[in-house]
């Protein structure tokens, strides 16, 4: 399957927006929906896969099965978390290999301690050294088989350190090589506008995380300030939730003796588009084409 790089997807939109996908399904409506891109998280995906917080429980065989079967529903180029590369410098190498066979566009790593790794960027307990860091991330490019994937340097340094010491690592970041810079947990609108100053020219991405302590700020705002990559980390994990822990309660209730769930709006236009989805029309035509018993028409 073809794609194309993140660095043409980001020629498409200013700001690019991705959602995160959290399995092949979402990947594939992501798709359909017009979006140029995607990304694929740590969170969302352990969510989805094996009911897991993202606090440093898994390693890189259980990202890189969930990547492969979200890659393999959807064209679109996609990032995805590469956490702290999973180990040292080798380990960074396996895992960039790996992604890399697996389509992954770009990737990004981040300077938060695994041992002491938080779901919520806002949170972090602890950062690796800058120098540890700087380390995995040249090791990263060093590994990368094609130019054209992209290593995107995130640090969880500024709700440790503050503003200041998050932009001096990016900009250690860049010096030494990478390919953009991601500061997690910011939580002004005026540092984010700072920087996308301080780290003009470079591809500079941002994280809208709802019911957080971080602002909700418009792409466009985000354009003008700099950055040119917005990604939306929990919109579609939380709305999916949402609705499967309302429609369960309902059917809980109607199984007890209670009312009826609720029929779904538009049911018909629902089913028409999962159908859409799942490419069952494809599916008809390919059995039909080639009937199980013999005689039978095509």
Known sequence: MRRETIRAALGRETPLVT???????????????????????????????HALPDIGLIGLADMAEGIRDIAAACSLPFLADGDDGYGDAKSVTRMVETYESLGVGAILIEDQLRDRKQQRADKALGVAEE??????LRAALAARGDRETLVIGRTDAYGLLGLDAALRRAERFLRAGVDGVFIAG???EEHYARAGRTLAGTI?????FEGGDTPWLTPHALGQMGYRHVSFPASMLFRVAGA???ALGQLR???GGGAPPAPVDDLGAVRAALDSALDL?????????YPAEPGEAA
């Open 253 to 255: 209730r109607y199984a």
């Open 244 to 246: 499967m822990q309302a």
């Open 204 to 208: 500079l991405s941002a994280a809208m």
């Open 281 to 289: 029309e494809r599916w008809r035509r390919i059995a039909a084409a």
């Open 19 to 49: 959602p995160l996908a959290h399995d092949a399904l979402s990947a594939r409506l992501i798709e359909r929906a017009g979006f140029h891109a995607f990304t694929i998280g740590g969170s969302a995906l352990l969510a989805a896969r």
């Open 186 to 188: 910011i939580r002004s």
């Open 131 to 136: 120098a540890v860091i700087e380390q995995k």
